[in-house]
């Protein structure tokens, strides 16, 4: 009789944070790799489309998903001059994970320095790709437009008229090496 030992597997270490987010750390999207539209819509038609620039992108994930937060910082033509933001207040996954909801702040800076102002929106998103080390989404926001402009004074051309406006966003969340 010989005493032979069995081949070992190696486990990999359980996993921390969210399984439908990737690991834990700090995501940024690189330039280029986030596509923000905005369109202004007046009952089925759209009045205004037009592309923002992304200035910063970032996902925080958390090892406990109360405390994951997605923001975004987006300036262009549309704006004159300003600063359109979103931050999350909670990332929740709907379904199998194949889509998130985002609920959280879309505020615009004030023009004339002052204090931003704050509207409650919802993003939902659809997880196109997800891995250990990046994300890759698709999602947009819907808003309706009076309270809007009346809240964060986003106003748009009298020739734009509008009843409701709708952030679309694409992103590439990846961990920088």
């Known amino acids: 009789m010989t005493t032979e030992s069995l081949p070992t597997a190696v486990l990999p270490p359980p996993r921390t944070g969210p399984s439908w987010l990737p690991l834990p750390g700090t995501y940024t999207a ?16 759209p ?20 405390d994951c937060v997605l923001s975004l910082e987006l300036t ?11 931050v999350s207040t909670s990332i929740t996954p709907e379904a199998d994970g194949s889509r998130l909801s985002v609920p ?17 929106a919802e993003l939902t998103l659809r997880v196109v790709d997800r ?3 990046q994300l890759l989404a698709l999602g947009a926001l819907r808003l309706p437009y009076g309270p809007l402009r009346r ?19 694409a992103v590439e969340f990846t961990c920088p090496a």
């Open 47 to 66: 009045t205004l489309r037009r592309r923002l620039t992304a200035e910063q992108a970032g996902l925080t994930v958390a090892p406990d998903a109360e």
């Open 76 to 86: 262009g033509r549309p704006l004159r001059g300003r600063t359109l933001g979103f």
């Open 151 to 169: 809240t964060t004074g986003l106003t748009l051309p009298r020739t734009r008229p509008a009843d409701r406006i709708r952030l679309l966003v």
């Open 30 to 45: 690189a330039p280029g790799r986030c596509i923000a539209e905005l369109t202004a819509r007046l009952g089925p038609l």
């Open 131 to 133: 891995a250990d080390d």
């Open 104 to 120: 959280g702040e879309l505020a615009l800076d004030g023009a004339d320095g002052s204090d931003d102002a704050f509207v409650p």
